[in-house]
Nanobody
């Protein structure tokens, strides 16, 4: 059974840091690109950062220089290091494999992890 489990969210003050983790199971993690997405209340889900199978990374303009995506193929895990957090970063964060059947189906999205940036 394919499953993505996100963790590491929480409440943090502006300027603080968090590290999110996503463990994927039931599929061949290594061959896929991976991405972190987020969805704030009343807004559409947006792609925040992506990492290809060869390690190439991309970032949304809003998080460049603050967020870092990485992957550990041995652990089937993708990470998102978030620094200098802002209130606008508040959202539920999800991981998935962009361009795959998993990201195109609502059945393969996890519960996400809530990130709240507030003083």
């Amino acid at each position: 059974q394919v499953q993505f489990v996100e963790s590491g969210g929480g409440l943090v003050q502006p300027g603080g840091s968090l590290r999110l983790s996503c463990v994927a199971s039931g599929m061949n993690f290594n061959i896929y690109a991976w991405a972190w997405y987020r969805q704030a209340p009343g807004k559409q889900r947006e792609l925040v950062a992506g990492i290809a199978s060869d390690g190439f990374t991309t970032y949304a303009d809003s998080v460049k220089g603050r967020f870092t995506i990485s992957r550990d193929n041995a652990k089937n895990t993708v990470y998102l290091q978030m620094n200098s957090l802002k209130p606008d970063d508040t959202a539920v964060y999800y991981c998935n494999a962009p361009g795959s059947k998993y990201s195109r189906s609502p059945n393969y999205w996890g519960q996400g992890t809530q990130v709240t940036v507030s003083s």
